[in-house]
């Protein structure tokens, strides 16, 4: 099922027949706050929402949405009419998964949709097979890990960095999560983007994927541009977290 959140009427409506003559189910809100009733009552899929909507815009659906541990693998797609390229990036800093705008063509929109649900299937098997294989290994799964200030609860999905909370999308957590899980030693490109994006590729493209995540991931950890934090790049191979730092 999607959830659709625009407090434009028309567009709301254009955006759900799209998908339901695509034989999607749709559930639609006029604001955040709608939205966030609907997903508490139905077993929602993807989220589209749009910015611009009044008592809780879409930046703030998206931060409420990715403190709820139920709700982090639901893909969250922007579509907004706010076409400036400072707009879009804003948008995916804050971790939405995708950034449209209006008017989107019916087979623009279908295809992200496609791809973002796909792609969240393979996220949550491979959260699952995360945790089942760190069971087998230790009776019971790891929920906790300490890194110098970041504290990182996997059950509760919730990171702190010196006593403040801070809001990663599901790609970063799993990110950050895979690098304090290797105890300080290096997570090789390709292992990362595996764990993150579901994908299988050689270790330059695996570079360029991570890349801007680590950037983003440094940023909301707190460090400033160009500092590198507690997450060193090992040229050519990959990264590792620097446990005492």
Known sequence: MILIADDD??????TQLILELEGYSVVTAMNGYQALQALESNPISLIIADIAMPEMNGYQLLQRVRQVS??????????SARALSSDIRFGKELGADDYLTKPVSPADLRAAVRGKMLRANQWQKSYSASKDSTSNNHGEATETYSVGKIKIDVKKHLVEAAGKQIQLSAREFMLLKQLAKSGGEVVHFEELIDKTHGLRVNAVEAGALIRPMIRSL??????????????ENVRGVGYRILMSN
């Not at 009427?9 to 254009?14: G, R, T």
């Not at 440094?218 to 997450?231: D, F, N, P, S, V």
């Open 9 to 14: 009427l028309e567009s709301l409506k254009a």
């Open 218 to 231: 440094r940023r909301k950890l707190g460090y400033q541009a160009g500092e590198k934090g507690c997450i």
């Open 70 to 79: 139920e709700w982090v693998f639901i893909p969250f797609l922007f579509l």
